[in-house]
């Protein structure tokens, strides 16, 4: 198994561009998450997501678009980029929420410049 | 609502010295707790975690107990390597709910040889 594996690793973008983000996971967990990190500041929840089809925000959710089509992949989408949006971003994924299944595991990253 | 405070790093140890990172949490009913760890420039891997009072998690030489009375899972080592030197997470997981894991905001950890 792969994991969970996120590109690109290194992206620069202008103020007022979008990209997506990509997340892919093959461990067929329902459960997948975009976290960022800023110095500081800790992993902040941006969107989740329970199973395809279905998303909800977390602590952090303006300025970004999530959707889920299947159970594997999770992109997420700057809209508009700002220099407040520079950040690691971590995707996250995991098979349930029971004591056996709510272990989470995390992608390598994506380190974000907004210029 | 749900939450995690852990001790403010940075914090800077010898090698062999003794480690303890405090955490404590807030939460309704029974979390799973968890400790994460994440080395330069890479992502959170599981360092260790427990599911219920007095559960006892480790793994390379770092453990950490549930305690319930104190709402505490203190991280400790009794030799650090330099090869520790990294972020640590404590982390809590609820069954009522959805929401992913809440995280504490990190410690960051240097071993000195």
């Known amino acids: 198994n792969a994991g969970v594996t996120q590109t690109p690793k290194f992206q620069v973008l202008k103020t007022g561009q979008s990209m997506t983000l990509q997340c892919a996971q093959d461990?067929?967990?329902?459960?997948m998450s975009w976290y960022r990190q800023d110095p500081g500041m800790g992993l902040r929840l941006i969107h989740y997501?329970?199973?395809?089809?279905?998303?909800d925000q977390g602590e952090v959710p303006n300025g970004y678009n999530v959707s889920r089509s299947t159970t594997e992949d999770f992109p997420l989408r700057l809209l508009s980029a700002a220099p407040s949006q520079t950040s690691v971003y971590f995707c996250a994924s995991r098979s349930g929420t029971g004591a056996g299944t709510d272990t989470q595991y995390f992608g390598p990253g994506t380190r974000l410049t907004v210029l | 609502g749900d939450s995690v405070t852990q001790m403010e790093g940075p914090v800077t140890l010898s090698e062999e010295a003794f480690l303890t990172i405090n955490c404590t949490y807030t939460?309704?009913?029974?979390?799973?707790l968890f400790w994460y760890v994440q080395y330069p420039g890479e992502g959170l891997q599981l360092l260790l975690k427990a599911t219920k009072a007095d559960d006892k998690g480790s793994n390379k030489g770092f453990e950490a107990t549930y305690r319930k009375e104190t709402t505490s899972f203190h991280l400790e080592k009794g030799s650090v390597q330099v090869s520790d030197s990294a972020v640590y997470f404590c982390?809590?997981?609820?069954?009522?709910?959805?929401?992913?894991?809440?995280f504490g905001k990190g410690t960051r950890l240097s071993v000195i040889a």
């Open positions: 461990m067929n967990h329902e459960y």
């Open positions: 939460a309704t009913g029974y979390p799973s």
């Open positions: 997501s329970v199973g395809a089809g279905i998303t």
């Open positions: 982390a809590l997981s609820t069954y009522s709910g959805n929401t992913p894991l809440v």
